[in-house]
């Protein structure tokens, strides 16, 4: 995942262009990707497709000539989205155009203007304060022109039409943990679970933030309601506790599996209830959908120094912290594919697990798991109440299972609609 | 406020009598007041209008033809509802009836008969220790006769006929913060809300304690259900903080927006349950009765040391929190006259706020109340769910929803009530 | 109770035999005991009745006929259910035999092996260490053939169908805690009860563990609903604090009552919630029955040093503490005989108290019980949701429901099984 991500960090990415087509291209090579271009100015609800914005050069020149700020070194430089600018201007004409982090002064900030025309350039503050006052040529080598947005998804078939929907914004330029950390993550997932024949249908998104999402659920809006779970992934990458933004009904299933997976791994992490503000979650929780997906992050964005701006380089994140955030989702993913509901086939006290050979020592963890899902499963709890009620980790009630669908004493509840794709011949004559 | 508390602070006050009615008349030259009274002997449920007191001496006074006991001085010094008493009597006799405070020497307690025949003195401590074992002359020149009971309202119409009841004691003598506090704050929010023009219609009661509230809802038993919202005004004047006591239901909404209040208000605060013992939340909290009523005061009765005697006197209030208390209930109309339910009019994905110049700086309240207010306005929530759980003070939430309104995303959810008002040609051919 | 149990002590208990008819028969002198005998091979549910199993001697006689582990002196030293052994052998053969606990030296555990067989003997770890390598003659007088199970039941028959199950485990041999302590607080508990003509029945169970609550079950499992309260005692004689396992409901009346005595006595105490490993609430709360059964003991089972071994003797369990259990177990049945709902026949205001003689010193604890029982009494409530919203021990809302009722202030909400008991004749034309 980190090599993914230094390879796709010196892409000039946006909301749309050509740095956007590239990197799905990129990830198309990794996992079977559908690529979507939606022609500007169509209308998503309330929203428009904006003109499509390309960059190929971009710099300030002092009067000897010297690039003192220069879009090949570093992409940031560039406001996201400045419309083009040829000119010779006096520092004190520029001064308005330049922004820098005082607290920060070695990094160079992350702005954009995607829906008001402007322009302007990120800098160090250092080299702010160094800039003499002088004549500068000012060029931003840019086209803003009627084109397409570009968004891409990969689907995962699993057994139900039911969806697990895992969303990932992908227009950010260099910047490593915001958010090319979310898009290693999910293009990792998408590979595990294309071997795993999942019970649920996974689709991952790779979509330019706000708009990206709003043109999804435009595109799908009659679809969307078979998305059962979700999580929007960004900034997975750093070296951050686990970081849970509860969905809008903030007691999902995919809220409670996250809980559960973290509360069990006895490591720090923290839940925060819904808010509408944050990433795509804002969209696929606003009223109209109100779908079932939380945030999963590490440190949230907006809460670290290096947010936005260009220390947040390929050395901010970290192969461990990847592959921990990779490792929950997996966890959490186990756990909802195996959300089902049992059946107890003996009831009526406890069986006799001795003479199945089913009995572990007394008061061990192997014991106490067997009992609670004999107890609890009585046709109303299904995995997930079981782990929730009995504190005990998905891998812990596992074997269990295993063990006491083995030995006869467990059945699994179908739903209704599972059987009916089995009995198809019921309503004929 | 305070003006008004001193001025009415001499009278002597009773459950029924003349300085009942001055009291009230006095009220009824500041706002519009409609005096009731009903005759001693009345049934109103399990209780009888008693007959009525008034008094115009009472003294104590020793062989020397000095008064040590001086009704004239300060009204306390009689037992409310004595009877009439004419005697000479030794100190040893006397000694039963005289009534004082030894942990503080120089206060006169409160002390009142009402429904037992009885008579008595309420001296200091200092003063009964010094009275020398001689004969005294004991007058109390009263009269206990049928009369009425005096009560009053005081209605300010809203555009509904549902009604916010606030419900103060007024029989209470010589006391400034039990409670000329409540009733100075009862006839400020009543002078407020005339000139307001609210959506509720606002009854105030002007009430001798339980008896008067018992009255009262026997004479509008039929018309209670219209109380939507209340509360009962006690002890609003002293330096102790805002103590809120929940209705019997413990979630009607009047409890929800006076602890939302308190809460945003980041000042120290206390809120207790319901309970069945205090001021007149116990009539209108009664099973038969049940209204969605709460108790609205500073130090609670009984639990400060001038409670129930002379200290409680003028000093013991002052403006700055009567004020406080006034400001505090205007917040809580405040959010109570405006919680509706609003509906998102652009409920897919996030409506594009920039397009429509709503757009505060990114992660701002104004900002957070926007995005709150349209992700929550699902037809479902008003405003005080929205402030619950956005944790935004309504100050906050107000401007959000005006801009929202303007911008043409928001609407107003008419409820069917407000909806056949507007619309009374429905049903014609 | 101390001293039945130290009658009990020395007698050799086990699942099934003759020391269990002999504890039963001696119990049967003290209560009324129906006695059952359920034959060996009785398919049970899942389980099957074992053979019975009876001893009569064992030691471990070393080369000088000295009998180095003796049956007689205490009968923790064999292995409960060990089959016949008549051998000499060397220690070396012997030493898989042989169970001590080598952190508590001088004690002697106790083992079982009901469902497999096997022998062995249980010695302190004392004498394990002293026995030199050499050569034992090893005998296990025992028999286990068809017989029987033994279990006893003691009906204390109410005015109600509707049954309070209190299940207590008779199987342990020579311990006192474990679980003399319940049969003595059983049996206790039985003949305070015979003598109230209670509320409900109460049916005291004296069982083996597991198999006895399985084979009981089994034979109940049409009548088993009529059980609407229970407890399975457990460890009852400690000097640990009183802890409570709630019912798998969870918030049960027995839950609730129990809760609620403890909560109110200012006394340490414990609450657990419910899991499938314990005591006979296995059995009871498994998903087929479901009963609203908690488990009531001191030290639970597992948790003290003392657990299964021989230092749970007759000086491990105290008079006091025997009598503190039995104590709180009826002021629970006292709350659950009670917990009926009330009509507060005069619910519009308060009724005058006063009037009627009934009113208490204001602010007393005796006037805030008659006024929350007033309050409540609406039809819904009954005297545990009194209690438990009140904060008042039921042995003070008792005298306020008293003064109520006899006032007529108040009458008892009839349940309709209970009108029907009355009105036979409603259905005759």
Redesign the interface.
């Known amino acids: 995942m980190l090599a993914l991500i230094r390879e796709l960090f010196p892409i000039c990415r946006s909301i749309t262009g050509d740095g956007l087509r590239q990197t799905l291209s990129r990830l198309g090579e990794l996992i079977p990707l559908e690529t979507h271009e939606v022609p500007t100015g169509t209308q998503?609800?309330?929203?428009t497709i904006p003109k499509e914005w390309n960059i190929r050069d971009a710099f300030i020149k002092d009067r000897s000539g010297r690039r003192v700020v220069d879009f090949e070194e570093n992409n940031l430089h560039v406001v996201n989205y400045s419309v083009p600018v040829r000119a010779r201007m006096t520092l004190r004409d520029l001064r308005p155009h330049l922004h820098s982090l005082p607290a920060h002064a070695d990094w160079i900030p992350y702005r954009t203007s995607y829906?008001?025309e402007a322009w302007g350039f990120c800098l160090s503050h250092r080299v702010l304060e160094s800039l003499p006052d002088d004549e500068y040529e000012v060029v931003i080598d840019s086209s803003l022109r009627a084109g397409a947005l570009t968004f891409a998804e990969c689907v995962v078939p699993g057994r139900l039409d039911d969806e697990f929907l895992i969303s990932t914004h992908v227009c950010h330029p260099s910047m490593a943990n915001d958010n090319l950390s979310g898009v290693a993550v999910a293009v990792m997932l998408a590979r595990i679970l294309a071997g795993a024949r999942p019970r649920y249908t996974y689709r991952f998104l790779f979509l330019p933030g706000?708009i990206g999402?709003?043109t999804w659920?435009?595109l799908n809006?009659v679809a969307a309601p078979k998305v059962k779970h979700g999580l929007v992934l960004a900034c997975v990458g750093d070296r951050g506790d686990v970081h849970y933004k509860r969905s809008?009904r903030g007691d999902a299933d995919i809220d409670r599996a996250v809980e559960h997976v973290l509360r069990t791994k006895h490591e720090p992490f923290a839940v925060e209830d819904f808010?509408?503000?944050g990433y795509d979650e804002?969209?696929f929780?606003?009223?109209?959908?109100?779908l079932p997906m939380g945030g999963f992050r590490r440190s949230p964005g907006?809460q670290y120094a290096e947010y936005h701006s260009s220390a947040d380089d390929t050395d901010f994140v970290s192969a461990p912290h990847l592959a921990h955030s990779l490792g929950t989702l997996l966890e959490v993913i186990d756990l909802i594919e195996n959300d089902v509901k049992f059946l107890?086939l003996?009831?009526?006290?406890?069986?006799?697990l001795?003479?199945r050979g089913l009995l572990p020592a007394a008061?061990e963890t192997a014991?106490?798991a067997l009992?609670?899902v004999?107890?609890?499963?009585?046709g109303r709890s299904g995995v997930l109440d079981i782990a929730e009620r009995?504190g005990l980790p998905f891998d812990v009630l596992r074997p269990a299972i295993e063990s006491l669908l083995n030995g006869g004493l467990l059945e699994e509840r179908r739903r209704p609609a599972d059987r009916s794709e089995r009995s198809t011949m019921m309503h004929e004559p």
């Open positions: 998503v609800f309330d929203w829906y008001t706000t999402a709003i659920l435009a809006e809008r808010s509408p503000y804002r969209q929780c606003s009223p109209g959908f109100d907006g107890n003996s009831p009526m006290g406890e069986p006799q001795g003479k008061g014991q106490l009992l609670w004999l107890n609890l499963s009585d009995s």
